[in-house]
């Protein structure tokens, strides 16, 4: 079946420019993360979408970035006001639910560029 | 707070040649997950094995097997008869009681011919 996928694959932008990126989970996977890998780097936890409830929005690093889900389907990442630090590999991830394996199913990410 | 901590950067072995990948982590639970992920030059994370802490048998996936030391709050990966498809960065997360996945900064492999 289809995994996780995300658009675009590459995003240049310019500083100061709001940014939208999405995330197709996995048809009835319930939970729903947003990572936030710099060149190099492990992985930094952005956001968590958990069927019905309230997203977890503790990893979100500003008030610039934000998330949501709509249907309990896709997701999109917001990005206002780029920065050039926000220059990375944004990753999204999906599960089946909370119980199970809690496993989490990957896409291939968006690189964002800010210039 | 909790942390997972891999201490070797970068790591180079011939083709079929063993390689273990060492991770520890902190947490003041009983009971959690532990994850082995593969990243290749893709980009694409997947998952290599995982290992719940409460079973103590060491969770293996044909050539891939874990070390995990519970009261040392290790676990470590094991790759036996590498191949140069294992070429990637490796990381070793613990998921938390909130089912957040806390990350290591990776171990770069590189499988030489």
């Known amino acids: 079946g289809a995994g996780v996928s995300q658009s675009p694959s590459n995003k240049v932008t310019e500083k100061g420019k709001d940014v939208e990126l999405r995330c197709d989970p996995i048809?009835?996977?319930?939970?729903l993360y947003w990572y936030r890998q710099s060149l190099g780097q492990g992985l930094e936890f952005l956001i968590y979408f958990q069927g019905n409830s309230a997203p977890d929005k503790s990893g979100l690093p500003s008030d610039r970035f934000s998330a949501e889900r709509t249907g309990g389907s896709v997701s999109t990442l917001t990005i206002q006001r780029t920065q050039q630090e926000d220059s990375a590999v944004y990753l999204c991830?999906?599960?089946?639910?909370?119980?199970?394996?809690?496993?989490?199913?990957f896409g291939p990410g968006t690189r964002l560029t800010v210039t | 707070a909790q942390t997972v901590t891999q201490s070797q950067p970068e790591m180079s072995v011939q083709e079929a040649e063993t390689v273990t990948l060492s991770c520890t982590y902190d947490?003041?639970?009983?009971?959690?997950?532990l994850f082995w992920y593969k990243q290749p030059p893709s980009r694409q994370m997947i998952l290599v094995i995982r290992?719940?802490?409460?079973k103590q048998q060491n969770a293996t996936e044909n050539r891939f097997s874990v070390n995990f030391q519970k009261a040392a709050k290790s676990f470590s990966l094991k790759i036996s008869d590498s191949q140069l498809g294992d070429t990637a960065m490796y990381f070793c997360?613990?998921?938390?009681?909130?089912?957040?996945?806390?990350w290591g900064a990776g171990t770069k492999l590189i499988i030489k011919p």
């Open positions: 947490t003041s639970e009983s009971n959690y997950y």
């Open positions: 290992q719940e802490a409460y």
């Open positions: 997360a613990h998921m938390d009681s909130n089912y957040q996945l806390i």
């Open positions: 991830a999906s599960s089946p639910d909370r119980g199970g394996s809690y496993e989490q199913y």
């Open positions: 048809s009835g996977h319930t939970a």
